[in-house]
T-cell receptor, first 111, second 113 residues
Framework: GESVGLHLPTLSVQEGDNSIINCAYS??????FIWYKQESGKGPQFIID?????DKRQGQRVTVLLNKTVKHLSLQIAATQPGDSAVYFC??????????FGQGTELSVKP | DTGVSQDPRHKITKRGQNVTFRCDPI?????LYWYRQTLGQGPEFLTY????????KSRLLSDRFSAERPKGSFSTLEIQRTEQGDSAMYLC???????????FGQGTRLTVV
């Protein structure tokens, strides 16, 4: 069946370092993936997305990499800041625009 | 603030009571989604509307749950005869058909005691 999962439940990094959050998916037919950031008590916030016809997409301080061969997705955050502390989810879009989320990785940034 | 608003933000209810949540999407968005999120987990899809039509319901949506979007604008999610297992964050999201980004509200946190 379909599943989107994450390798690590928690990640702790030093302020200024780069962060890498990983995600594995099982549906090889998946076409569209999104990373969301969720702060405590708030709804998920869109960070960056990527389609299956791409292997890399860059945003402001964030980069998403897609490896379709091994069905792996990663989110890289450059120069991590305390404000980046949150739970990060990868999600896969299904028919009708509904999203299938993974469990999440909690990112903690140490000053 | 994403422009999607949910009310109430928090709800505590006794087991067996009915509760209703409201979601106001971004006005030009024709798609509206409901998700449920329990602690430490990612959001799980419940149902979605395109305009006023409810196009899909998850198996998670038992017969105690009902959602409406009568005029294709705001939506309500009602849970009848609440159970402790219904305790969760209920999230609403909206988007426009043909686009990809869905905007989430702040959620309604339900606690059933």
């Amino acid at each position: 069946g379909e599943s989107v999962g994450l390798h690590l439940p928690t990640l702790s990094v030093q302020e200024g370092d780069n962060s890498i959050i990983n995600c594995a998916y099982s549906n090889s037919a998946s076409d569209y993936f999104i990373w969301y950031k969720q702060e405590s008590g708030k709804g998920p916030q869109f960070i960056i997305d990527i389609r299956s016809n791409m292997d890399k997409r860059q945003g402001q301080r964030v980069t998403v990499l897609l490896n379709k061969t091994v069905k792996h997705l990663s989110l890289q955050i450059a120069a991590t800041q305390p404000g980046d502390s949150a739970v990060y989810f990868c999600a896969e879009e299904n028919q009708g625009g509904k999203l299938i989320f993974g469990q999440g990785t909690e990112l903690s940034v140490k000053p | 603030d994403t422009g999607v608003s949910q009310d109430p933000r928090h709800k505590i209810t006794k087991r067996g009571q009915n509760v209703t949540f409201r979601c106001d999407p971004i006005s030009e968005h024709n798609r509206l989604y409901w998700y449920r999120q329990t602690l430490g987990q990612g959001p799980e899809f419940l149902t979605y509307f395109q305009n006023e039509a409810q196009l899909e319901k998850s198996r998670l949506l038992s017969d105690r749950f009902s959602a409406e979007r009568p005029k294709g604008s705001f939506s309500t999610l009602e849970i009848q005869r609440t159970e402790q297992g219904d305790s969760a964050m209920y999230l609403c999201a909206s988007s426009t058909q043909g686009t990809t980004e869905a905007f989430f509200g702040q959620g309604t946190r339900l606690t059933v005691v």
